[in-house]
Structure formats: C-alpha cells, structure tokens
C-alpha cells in the first residue's frame, strides 16, 4: 500500500522557466509533509514542508501547495534553475511507527536545462 | 557539527555473501533509520533504532537486521544476499522527538 506516490518519473524544463513535481497521498492523518532533494551520491537533503493545517508554504524559490480535499501537494520551483537538477522526494511522517518516521514516495527526477 | 557519516561508500558482494554497514549519527541524534533506494521505488523503511532498541520495522525479510550502539552509531547487516538487494542503502539520524530526517550519502551496495 503506497500511502505516498509520485507518479512522474521524470520532469525537464527550461531553465527561468516553472518547475511543478506533484505528489498524492492516501491517508487524510498526515499532520505534515515534506519534500528532499537528492544528488548523485549524495542522501536526500530537507528542502522544505507544509503542516496539514496550511494551504501554502514558501521559502524563497519553493513553494508548495496542498490541497487537502484532493489528497494532493505539489511543488513549484521558480525560475528553475540547472543546479535545481535533481530527485525530489516527498514525504509525510509514519503513523503509529507504521512505515518508519517518514513514509517516502518513489521521487520525481527533475532535469532543468540551460 | 559533523553529519551523518556511513561506511563504507561501496561494497561489491557476491550471492549468498553477508555484508555489514555502518553509520555514524549527528551527535546528539539518538534516533537511527535505514532505507533502501532502489530506481523506481524510492525510499524503503528498512528499521529504526532508539536508545539501543529496534522501534520500528519495515517489510523486509529477516535477512536484513540492524543494531544499535550505545554510542548511537549503528549497523545493519545483510545475510545471504541476492542479486536484488544492490540497492544504496541511506542511514539518516534524528532528533527523539522530531521526524525530520538527516541522511548520509548512502552505502551503494553491488550483489554480483
């Protein structure tokens, strides 16, 4: 049972331009989410979260927005940029220790071009 | 403050060969978990350790055990090993109390 998925793969966009990764979830519990970033050879790496009780979260060119009725967050990076180039994951904490402290869907690799 | 630390980087197996891998935790961190990474699946929740004990455990067969140190440091260890366990395993340590999750750059893991 998948409670987190990201059902893109892959993503590529120009550089300057919006860079939107979504993600799904299936338990309504989720008091929180997060998203990671991750390099080649390098672990996922905080980037930025939300709590359930907010609609929008920002830090600088991050935002990201959760739809609570629909079960669905994404995040917007803008302008994209070539260092953006990465796996980003997104996450939402275990409950009752099911799934371990963080529940992680199956990443999303953005490549932004020049 | 020095951050995750895990050895080693990578480790080429064959079938049915044990390995063990380690991980150090940002000091302080008393919260221990492992994951595997494999393309297309993400990150699996292998198990976490806290103050010594197992507190949690994914779906993994019981080839795949883990410990933890007094110390905090950790290790997990992979018995009699299969082709499809080559994944990157990541060790990330956090705080008891906060799910924020700090990871290491991984353990790549090659079953030949």
């Known amino acids: 049972d998948q409670q987190v998925k990201q059902n893109s793969p892959s993503l590529s966009v120009q550089e300057g331009r919006i860079s939107i990764l979504n993600c799904d979830y299936t338990?309504?519990?989720?008091?929180?989410f997060l998203w990671y970033k991750k390099y080649p050879a390098e672990g996922p790496t905080f980037l930025i979260s939300?709590?359930?009780?907010?609609d929008k979260n920002e830090d600088g060119r991050f935002t990201v927005f959760l739809n609570k009725s629909a079960k669905h967050l994404s995040l917007h990076i803008v302008p994209s940029q070539p260092g953006d180039s990465a796996v980003y994951f997104c996450?939402?904490?275990?409950?009752?220790?099911?799934?371990?402290?963080?529940?992680f869907g199956q990443g999303t690799e953005l490549s932004v071009k020049p | 403050k020095a951050g995750v630390t895990q050895t080693p980087r990578y480790l080429i197996k064959t079938r049915g060969q044990q390995v063990t891998l380690s991980c150090s935790p940002i000091?302080?961190?008393?919260?221990v978990s492992w994951y595997q990474q494999t393309p297309g699946q993400g990150l699996q929740f292998l198990f976490e350790?806290?103050?010594?004990?197992?507190?949690n455990k994914g779906n993994f067969p019981g080839r795949f055990s883990g410990r933890q140190f007094s110390n905090s440091r950790s290790e997990m260890n992979v018995s009699t090993l299969e082709l499809g366990d080559s994944a990157l395993y990541l060790c990330?340590?956090?705080?008891?109390?906060?799910?924020?999750?700090?990871f290491g750059s991984g353990t790549q893991l090659s079953v030949l």
């Open positions: 990330a340590s956090s705080l008891a109390t906060n799910e924020k999750l700090f």
């Open positions: 338990n309504s519990m989720f008091d929180y």
């Open positions: 939300i709590s359930s009780i907010k």
């Open positions: 996450a939402a904490p275990g409950i009752y220790n099911q799934g371990g402290k963080l529940i």
């Open positions: 000091s302080g961190h008393r919260s």
């Open positions: 350790y806290f103050s010594e004990t197992q507190r």
